[in-house]
């Protein structure tokens, strides 16, 4: 379709764009009809008029802020005051301004845009208490005219408004479906983030590997050899005896520079967590996250270190997912011998917290490398994920 080259911003302002204009023609031919009726009359109606609109403005800057509110999660909510007041109020000044003009056919199409506008707002109720909503109203404003005119407006009224419905639902779901791209995307950044660097860590582990197995057998089986040599001659001259003594301490210093190098590869597999975490962190969209660590933190198990890399990045994970949260805090500190890791965030947490996977899945892996992790509402708003660690696992 031709409205679906338009990019969702610009539908929304062209939808609010329709929406006004309508409000304002119909505002407009009220203010033209005042010199028709007494001067009571016509204030009354510009007021009623006015009033319909403030409803809608109020109603819509609510609506907005609670989605903002709630980063983009729309939540069903048939007991909505704000919004139930709002559009009582709205359809209340229509069916006033009606008995006080009495407009004929024409100006009673025109004045029931009024009606229809308020219409994208039922979205916040579920879709049996939005259809009652929509037709209760044009019901009533087709029977103040009466008859069978009064049936067709009513149909027409019912018809504009469900159209205005249903493309309102539309734009929420875009919506809703850009909101959950983007904590898709967020999640694979961040599971492409692990995944690169466990593919730097085998290749590392590989090298080291073959270093030690190969080049070490072959340089400690000619160590051995030369060892032979000076026991199977013990006769040999003084320069043969010397050279036979620098290749022995030449193979000795291969050895120990093998072993310094294999174990510096074992170090380079974790020793730069910070720096990991930190990539992490980087990629993550939508989140402004706070990161308070000690860069210099090393950690000498490989499976230690993916394990607490892996619960700081399903604590992010469920962020993104449940809290709806604008910021999030993660600081990383000692504290009574223990590596202490802190997950906050600003969202909306619940009294009380079911574990779900992820939360278990952090739990587990904590278990497993000899920690502790505790998740819960946070002292500040939010909700907290702690994990503790003995600092022998660190270097």
Same mark, same amino acid.
């Given at each position: 379709m031709f409205i679906e080259k338009f990019s969702l911003p610009t539908r929304v302002a062209l939808l609010s764009t329709l929406g006004l204009t309508a409000w304002v023609v119909a505002f407009i031919r009220i203010w033209i009809h005042g010199s028709d009726v007494g001067s009571f009359e016509h204030i009354a109606m510009l007021s009623l008029a006015l009033l319909n609109g403030c409803f809608f403005l109020i109603n819509t800057a609510f609506q907005l802020r609670s989605m903002l509110k709630q980063k983009l999660h729309w939540l &069903?909510?048939?007991?909505? &005051?704000i919004c139930w007041g709002c559009l009582i109020g709205a /359809?209340? =000044?229509v069916c006033l301004i009606q008995? &006080?003009?009495?407009?004929?056919? @024409? $100006?009673? #199409?025109l004045l029931s845009s009024m009606i229809v506008i308020h219409s994208i707002h039922? &979205? !916040?109720f579920s879709a049996p208490v939005s259809v009652l909503v929509l037709l209760t109203p044009a019901a009533v404003y087709g029977g103040i005219y009466g008859g069978e005119t009064g049936f067709f407006i009513a149909v027409f009224v019912a018809t504009q408004e469900i159209v205005l419905w249903g493309l309102g639902l539309g734009v929420l779901r875009e919506l809703l479906e850009a909101n959950k791209l983007k904590i898709s995307t967020a999640k694979l950044t961040i599971a492409q983030a692990r995944l690169e660097e466990s593919s730097r860590r085998e290749e590392r582990r590989k090298i080291r590997q073959d270093l030690h197995d190969k080049m070490g057998h072959?340089?400690?089986a000619m160590n051995i050899n030369l060892q032979i040599l000076e026991h199977k001659y013990p006769g040999k001259a003084d320069d043969e005896k010397h050279s036979l003594v620098q290749a022995q301490e030449s193979c000795q210093r291969l050895f120990e520079t093998l072993g310094e190098v294999v174990g510096? @590869? !074992?170090?380079?597999?974790? $020793?730069? #967590? /910070?720096?990991?975490? !930190? =990539?992490?962190i980087d990629n993550v969209p939508g989140l402004a996250i706070h990161l308070q660590c $000690? =860069?210099?933190i090393r950690i000498r198990d490989d499976v230690v270190a993916d394990n607490l890399l892996c619960c700081i990045q399903e604590g992010i994970t469920n962020i993104l997912k449940h809290s709806r949260a604008s910021s999030a805090w993660i600081n990383i500190f000692y504290d009574d011998d223990q590596l202490k890791v802190t997950i906050r965030d600003n969202g909306t947490a619940e009294s009380s917290v079911t574990a779900g996977n992820g939360l278990n899945g952090i739990v587990g892996r904590m278990r497993n490398i000899g920690g502790h992790a505790s998740a819960g509402r946070s002292e500040r708003g939010g909700f907290k994920v702690s994990l503790n660690l003995p600092k022998e696992v660190l270097i």
């Open positions: &069903i909510n048939n007991q909505d &005051i /359809y209340t =000044s008995l &006080i003009w009495k407009p004929d056919v @024409l $100006d009673l #199409f039922t &979205i !916040r072959e340089l400690a510096e @590869l !074992r170090k380079q597999t974790n $020793d730069h #967590f /910070y720096d990991q975490l !930190r =990539s992490v $000690d =860069s210099n």
